[in-house]
Each structure stands twice: as C-alpha cells, then as structure tokens.
C-alpha cells in the first residue's frame, strides 16, 4: 500500500489520516483506564480483551508521541503528558457516552433522565426540599436521587462519577473540585429558654465555657471549626455530648442536657418556643453551603436544569460551556 504525500511530495502525518472511530476508542480506553486503574478493569467496563486496550494504549502513544503513562504489576501512574491528556479527553469521552442520554432529553424538553445529588443529611432536609418541590414540578419526569453522604464520601462519589454534582459546605476544595457556595447561614448559639445565658443579650465566647457543649462528630466540619476558634482565642471548653444530626442536637439542648453551636440553616420558626438563640458570628465564622462538582465534569442537561434553578446564572459561560463541561 502506497503511503499518501504531503504537497511537498514528503511522507504525510500519519496520524492526520487515522481511520475516524480509533481515536475515539484510543481515547474511551485511556480514560477507562485511568479513571479504573488497571488494563483488566478498563477491559471488563468496555467489554473487550485485556490486549485490545493495551494496543489501543500503545497505539494512542505511538501516534502522539509520548509516553502517558508507567504500568506496573499493580496500578498505573500518568506521566505529565497523560496527566494532560486525561484532563482534555476525560470530559470529551464522557460527553460522547452520554450523546444519546442528553441528545434525548433535549429533544422530549428534561422528560426522561436521570439525576443523583450529593448531599449531607442538614441540606436535605433544610435546604434542598423547596429546590426539589420546583424541581419535580417542571421535570416530573426526570429519576432524581438524593444521596445522603458527606465528607470523603461524597467526594468519592463525585469523582467516581457516581454523582453529577453535590450540595453543600465545604471547608478544604481538593484542587480536582470546584465549589460554588451560595447561600451563607450565621452561627447560631442555642440553649432552653430558662438557660443562664438565655437573660443576657450580648454572650461572649468566654461565656460558654463553664457549659458542657452537644457538638457533631469529630469528623465533621462544625466540630473541627468551633474548636479551632475556642484554640485560637485560647478559650477553655468542653463537649458533653457527641452526636450527628442537627434535629438530635437541638431535642437535647431542648431537653437541657447542654447547649450547642450550629448553623443558622437548621433554626426554625417551631424552634422558638423550646429554644433561646443568640447569634455568634462576631466569633465563629459563616457556613456556606453551594454547588460541589468535579472539575472537567460534564454536566447533563438534568444537572444543569437544577443548578440555574439553585441561582439562575450560577454557572456563568466561564463556568461550562453550552456542551455542559465544567472549566472550572
């Protein structure tokens, strides 16, 4: 077979005349590969041998001409150049699967589809219920699932693509997360009405000392932020009791067995009666709770109908592109 020349009768590129389907399937198995970790997995979630990815692989290098990644026995690491790579393909690869899924629901106007958020148990039940009641009322069609995770669990469903984006606050932003906040809550001081604290308009951090503190678990942000303003201001304190779930927390304060620090989001008008509150933002600072997603993520057409609905213009043309790719 004759190669094809260039106008200068040199040999052409010859990775300009590649048949038209491999590069996509070098690019599908690239980034099967990277987001699995192994040739096997990557293998089984395309459903073709174990030696047709790895050809794909070497052949996607050959035709770029660099090396994009190191094999061993057990994991694969990126070089630079993959690292690069993977960054521009992964939301490409990820588009294209998802063609038919988005292609359908632009066409039939969010009739069909599916949705998975995120989301710790305060903002489900705080902050997200009205977003869904407009939600489900204009895509009554669309599957809408609410994971109630936090933490590194819910970043582990975000970059395993196991949701297309999550709800909430967020004190660390890992370098492969973008994060939005939105909504800002004061803190707020609770304790029973006939508490001593309760007869004073203006409580200060020393104040709370003498009184045992109902605080989440260590592992979560609230805990490790109220003791990070107690050790800065070098104020004494100690927790009665530990407990998640801000509704647990507020029946036990209500009960007497404590007071607490929490976030404005969870404070409401049925609280009032069994509850004295006092804001402390002079001292602990505002939690913001807002859009949580991967960077480079491909946002459906489902994610991006609820995200305008959180704040209409919240993802700006700086944000994704009309193809629905985060670039944040």
């Not at 094999?71 to 998802?98: F, K, M, Q």
């Not at 107690?230 to 209500?254: S, T």
Request: glycine fraction near 8%; aromatic fraction near 8%.
């Amino acid at each position: 077979m004759r190669r094809r020349k260039g106008a200068a009768g040199e040999p052409a590129d010859p990775a300009r005349f590649y048949y038209k389907g491999s590069r996509q399937k070098q690019l599908r198995a690239f980034v099967a590969t990277v987001k699995l970790g192994t040739l096997t997995r990557a293998a089984e979630a395309l459903f073709l041998s174990q030696p047709s990815v790895s050809l794909q692989l070497q052949a996607l290098e050959r035709e770029l001409g660099v090396t994009l990644m190191e094999r061993s026995r057990r994991r694969i690491n990126l070089t630079d150049a993959g690292e690069a790579l993977y960054e521009l393909a992964r939301p490409l690869v990820e588009g294209w699967e998802n063609l038919d899924r988005d292609f359908q629901a632009k066409v039939k106007g969010l009739h069909a589809g599916r949705l998975t958020i995120a989301a710790g148990t305060s903002t489900i039940q705080y902050l997200l219920p009205e977003l869904v009641r407009r939600y489900r009322e204009r895509y009554p069609a669309v599957q809408l699932q609410l994971a109630n995770v936090t933490g590194k669990d819910g970043m582990a469903l975000l970059r395993e693509d196991k949701a297309d984006f999550a709800v909430g606050s967020m004190l660390d932003v890992p370098n492969d997360i973008a994060w939005a906040p939105i909504y800002h809550y004061d803190p707020m001081l609770i304790m029973p009405p006939d508490h001593p604290l309760a007869a004073k308009a203006n409580v200060t951090l020393e104040d709370l000392s003498p009184y045992g503190l109902i605080l989440p678990p260590q592992r979560l942000s609230t805990y490790r932020l109220v003791d990070l303003v107690f050790q800065q201001r070098q104020v004494p304190y100690h927790v009665a009791i530990e407990v998640g779930g801000w509704d647990v927390i507020k029946e036990y304060v209500a009960m007497g067995l404590g007071i607490s620090v929490v976030t404005g989001i969870c404070i409401t008008e049925a609280d009032s009666s069994r509850l004295a509150v006092r804001n402390m933002k002079q001292y602990f600072p505002q939690r913001s709770y807002g859009v949580v997603m991967r960077k480079g993520k491909f946002l459906s057409a489902e994610a991006r109908a609820f995200v305008d609905l959180i704040r209409p213009g919240l993802l700006t043309h700086r944000d994704y592109d009309e193809s629905g790719h985060s670039e944040r």
